[in-house]
Each structure stands twice: as structure tokens, then as C-alpha cells.
């Protein structure tokens, strides 16, 4: 398809599939040319507590496989989601983001770069090698993609490319410029990420070139100033980069073909998100109130953020291990449990218990108290007064009882445990 043609089956799918889709725009190319993205979703363009995935295609102007299967992928779940179960699981549970083209401009070039001749997979901040530090200097489209991420919080992403055949992961550079495995903090995740995608494609996992059809980025060729790592690191999105034909511009007669290779793989790594994992939401004891606050992972040095309307997260992980999950939130007691992740999902919710600071001899919450002078004396005065000794007691019993609670509730954890890939809450 042409740009115009692209275009045009775009907006002509928002209008078949209107209640399940959207048709936006994230902004436009150096030429002008609208850059198009169709969210499906049972509940397009509302916030939720799903977590939301993103595919971007024709990255590269002369790679332009991509944005043809995604025109397929965006018609097959408008077609199959009332009676295909995997297609109802991720309309109704996965906010779908799809960008055919991040390059349009390029591919009516029919080049690699855009219409500054810029590669566009070469343009966003890097860890390692400190270029493109002023986003105005950036190109429109760098730029659209950069703010389309601050608007959403995408869990996963994934970019379509076309020259080999592969699923990539960070980091795509490496610390020295050497060819080398250079693994980020996430390295199993990406890998099970990837393994996903290349054991459910037509022959990608059988690569003869990459073992398992998967590789390291940096263990490839090493490149600096990529999207793949600049998601991972600044806006907590989990990204990979696949290269899915070897043939970079195949005849049109071909595309069935691709899209049937490429089918259940692009289906299975957006599914994923749901399937396993970690999920869940931070409150505050106090008023029940959502927290944006943060997740980590004992061991694992990254950072995953809650939402700030719902308090809700995703934490991808690979399966058939252990984790410590620690929740933290300024002004909050920080709460951790260890769970077994099995094949199915963990639904984790955290229920934080506010600070308390004493300041002048006066119990507060350092967030959520507004005291009046007055009631900050009497209580001065109960506390050092004749009720200072029944006070201690108090403090020493509750602290006991807690201690029971805790071990209690380790107990019930413990022989609570289901079968592999079977959904569990759990609540701490």
C-alpha cells in the first residue's frame, strides 16, 4: 500500500471496528504525513487497569513488512473477537496500541532513513554514548514517539523490521563499543519475551544463525542511539526489536505468507502480558486510596512504576521462579512478599501503611495530618504524663500481635499455592 492507501484503510478500519478501536494521530512526519495508531481495546481510549502494549512497524522506510501485518493483525482481531478466545482475551484484557508506520516519509523514499536522511533508530538518548541530549534537535517523528510515551504508560512494545529473521533484545549497546552480550537487568524477561515470539513464529526459533531464534543486541552488532533500550530505560516499557523476513521489500503476493508466519507469534507476545506476570494494585491503609508508587524485584535492579489514577502495575517476569516483590511509596512503610511464579499470572496487591514521625513529642502521619496547635499539647501532655508506663505497654503488645499476624499470614501464603497457570491474588 501506498501512504494513501495506508491511510485510507486505517481510517476505514476505525469505521468498521468502531466499538472496538480508535483511530489517533501522535503526531506527524517531517513531510506532513499524519503518523496513524489504532488502539483496540473492548474500551478504547479510557484509562484502565490493563496494561497496554504497542507495536510499531516501518521503523525503517525500506523495511515496510511490518505495516502491512499490522493492517492484518488490527482486521483479524476485528474479525475473530467474538469467537476466537484468544482474541477476546486481548480485546478485553489489553489495551493495543498499533503505529503502522513511523516512517512514511522514508518509505515513499523508498529508503532507510526519513526525509532528512536521518535513521530514526539511531536517534533517541542513549546510556552509553551521550548524543541527541536536546529532544528539539530530535526529529517530529523521534519526537511523537517520545511524547506518545509520557501520555501512556506502555508495559511492552515491540518494533517490526524486516532484513533478517530474529527476535532482539537489550541492550542493544554496550559499555565499551565491543561486540559482545551485554544483558540488562531484565535479561531473563527479555529473553522469555523473546523465546515467546520465535517459538511460535513458522521457523524462527529453528535459526540457524541465532540459537533459538533469539539474540542479545549488543552480542549481534552493537548500535547506539536505539528506541528498543530508550524504552526500557526511560519510560518503563519493555521493548523488542524483530526482525521478521529476510527479505526486506518481498512482492506483495507474498504477505499472506508473512502475516501467517507472523500471526500467532504477534498474538502470543501481546497475550503474554496477561498470561503471566505480576499484577496488581498499591493502596493506602488509611483511606483506601490508589498510590502511584513503585515495584521492584529483590535482585533485579529496575524500577516499575504504579499508575497514578489507579495505582495499578505490571511487572513482566520470567516464569518457574521465585521473587521477593518490594512496594514503596514516599510517606508510606514499604511492604515486600516472595512469591512462586509459576506459568500462569499473580494478581499482587500492596496495602501500605503511612509513616509516622515524632516531632515534639507529637504521633503524626508526615503526609496526611493537619493538627492544631491545641491538640498537639493535650496529646503531649496524655503521653508524658500518668499515662506514659500504660502507653509502652500498649506499644509492646501491638507489636507482638503483629509479629503473630506476620507469621500467620506467611503460613497461609505457603499452602495457598495453586497449580501452574492457574490466576492467584494475593493481598499483603
Not at 284 to 305: C, H, K
Not at 343 to 359: A, I, M, Q, R
Not at 367 to 376: F, R
Amino acid at each position: 500500500m501506498s501512504n494513501d492507501e495506508l491511510e485510507w484503510a486505517i481510517q476505514e478500519f476505525g469505521q468498521r471496528c468502531s466499538n472496538i478501536s480508535r483511530v489517533y494521530s501522535i503526531g506527524k512526519s517531517v513531510n506532513g504525513f499524519p503518523l496513524w495508531v489504532i488502539e483496540i481495546s473492548d474500551k478504547p481510549g479510557e484509562e484502565e487497569t490493563e496494561p497496554a502494549f504497542k507495536y510499531i512497524g516501518n521503523v525503517h522506510g525500506d523495511e515496510p513488512v511490518g505495516r502491512e501485518l499490522l493492517i492484518f493483525l488490527a482486521n483479524w482481531l476485528c474479525d475473530n473477537h467474538l469467537k476466537d478466545p484468544l482474541a477476546t482475551l486481548i480485546v478485553e484484557n489489553v489495551h493495543l496500541h498499533l503505529l503502522p508506520s513511523m516512517n512514511p516519509d522514508g518509505f515513499s523514499l523508498r529508503k532507510r532513513g526519513n526525509a532528512n536522511n536521518i535513521d530514526l533508530n539511531r536517534d533517541f538518548p542513549d546510556q552509553f554514548v551521550f548524543i541527541n541530549d536536546d529532544e528539539d534537535s530530535r526529529q517530529p517523528e523521534t519526537r511523537a514517539i517520545m511524547n506518545w510515551l509520557r501520555d501512556i504508560r506502555f508495559t511492552a512494545s515491540a518494533t517490526l523490521h524486516g532484513g533478517a529473521l530474529v527476535a532482539n533484545y537489550p541492550w542493544d549497546g554496550s559499555d565499551d563499543k565491543r561486540t559482545k552480550y551485554y544483558g540488562c537487568p531484565d535479561d531473563d524477561a527479555f529473553r522469555f519475551m523473546s523465546s515467546i515470539y520465535s517459538h511460535s513464529h513458522y521457523n524462527m526459533s529453528s535459526s540457524k544463525e541465532f540459537l533459538g531464534g533469539i539474540t542479545n543486541g549488543a552480542a549481534w552488532y552493537p548500535l547506539y542511539g536505539g528506541m528498543q533500550d530508550w524504552n526500557y530505560i526511560h519510560a518503563g516499557c519493555f521493548e523488542l526489536t524483530l526482525e521478521i523476513s529476510d527479505n526486506k521489500w518481498p512482492n506483495a503476493a507474498e504477505l499472506p505468507f508473512l502475516w501467517r508466519y507472523n500471526k500467532m507469534s504477534m498474538l502470543n507476545l501481546v497475550a503474554s502480558l496477561v498470561k503471566t506476570g505480576v499484577h496488581g494494585r498499591i493502596y493506602s491503609s488509611g483511606d483506601g486510596r490508589p498510590l502511584p508508587g513503585s515495584i521492584t524485584v529483590s535482585g533485579i535492579n529496575y524500577t516499575v512504576r504504579a499508575g497514578n489514577t489507579f495505582g495499578d502495575y505490571h511487572r513482566i517476569l520470567a516464569p518457574r521462579d521465585k521473587y521477593e516483590v518490594v512496594a514503596t511509596m514516599p510517606g508510606y512503610k514499604s511492604k515486600n512478599t516472595t512469591i512462586w511464579l509459576d506459568e500462569g499470572p499473580v494478581t499482587l496487591d500492596f496495602v501500605l501503611d503511612p509513616e509516622v514521625s515524632v516531632k515534639g513529642s507529637v504521633l503524626r502521619n508526615i503526609y496526611d495530618c493537619d493538627c492544631n496547635g491545641e491538640s498537639k499539647q493535650e496529646f503531649v501532655q496524655f503521653l508524658w504524663g500518668t499515662h506514659l508506663e500504660v502507653f509502652f505497654v500498649v506499644i509492646v503488645v501491638l507489636g507482638f500481635l503483629l509479629l503473630l499476624f506476620q507469621r500467620r499470614q506467611k503460613v497461609k501464603f505457603s499452602t495457598s499455592r495453586q497449580s501452574a497457570g492457574a490466576k492467584r491474588t494475593v493481598e499483603v
